[in-house]
């Protein structure tokens, strides 16, 4: 299973980071489309749609989500929008989540499901799109949640012996944020000096703070992906990425964190 994870991985990020720096924003947009369509499908799957309802809500979430980005060729003032259902994200994260994890509301309430799922991909590919505008960035903001993800899993295997939240996902320890935590603090410590402190030196304390909310995000992500899979009874969410899973088993960190990226790295870097 580790060697189909690196051979899938090794396939689909080289395409992935190579469409941040050389696609224009139009051209980014609409290669994320298969990405959306592919968490809209397997979203609507774990709500129990089929059918047609399944198709349905796949198209409205492709159809509104491109509707939206398509405005900011269209019209001269599209920011607002898009900071507003940014927002409305973050709210839901900072929010709506924690409470959805306590109390362990059921994905079988179709209309908040189906909304729920609407605010996770549609904020993100919004937020893909505005942070592309400096790919360096971008790509420091997306290492945050891969270091991150990635140091959790393999300091849980290591040394993981205390429960993060084993009525929503049994493997995840405490054990694991802690070695997640300082993998991500070496990352940004690598990154400021290295590079992003030279582009904007005086946002060092903004980004500090930034990383630092980002990073229990990314667990949130996670956690509450896992709780909807565990109420719909499935391991992964898909079987498109051979090793990985599912599209949302990838992005459930991301769905999280890019919207609040979205929303202050542009007020942190006077140069964005």
């Known amino acids: 299973m ?6 899938t991985a090794s396939i689909l990020l080289p395409l992935f980071v190579g469409g941040i720096f050389f696609l224009d924003s ?27 309802a399944r198709w349905g809500y796949c198209a409205l979430v492709v159809a509104t989500g491109k509707g939206i980005l398509s405005m900011a060729y269209s019209f001269d003032a599209p920011e607002a929008i898009h900071r507003a259902l940014l927002w409305i994200s ?15 509301w ?8 189906l909304a729920a799922g609407w605010i996770l991909l549609v904020p993100t590919w919004i937020a893909l799109v505005i942070l592309q505008r400096v790919p360096w960035i971008l790509l420091a903001v997306l290492g945050i949640v891969w270091v991150s993800d990635s140091a959790a899993y393999f300091a849980g295997r290591q040394w993981g012996r205390r429960k993060l939240a ?26 400021w000096n290295f590079g992003l402190g030279k582009f904007a030196p005086e946002s060092g304390a903004y980004a500090i703070v930034l990383v630092a909310v980002l990073f229990p995000l990314s667990i949130a992500g996670d956690l509450f992906e896992s709780l909807v899979k565990r109420q719909a009874g499935v391991k992964d969410s898909g079987r498109l990425l051979p090793g990985h899973g599912g599209v949302l088993d990838r992005i459930d960190a991301l769905t999280s964190t890019l919207p609040l990226a979205a929303v202050l790295v542009p007020m942190m870097m006077p140069r964005w």
Do not use: D, N
């Open 90 to 104: 973050v709210l839901f994260w900072i929010f709506c989540v924690p409470i959805w994890l306590w109390r362990k």
């Open 106 to 113: 059921s994905v079988g309430h179709v209309v908040l499901s």
């Open 26 to 52: 139009i051209w980014w947009s609409a290669a994320l489309i298969p990405l959306v369509l592919a968490g809209a499908w397997e979203w609507a799957t774990l709500a129990k749609l089929r059918g047609i």
């Open 166 to 191: 084993p009525a929503i996902s049994p493997g995840k320890t405490w054990e694991g944020v802690f070695g997640a935590g300082i993998a991500v603090a070496v990352y940004y410590a690598l990154v």
């Open 2 to 7: 580790f060697k189909t994870r690196v051979i």
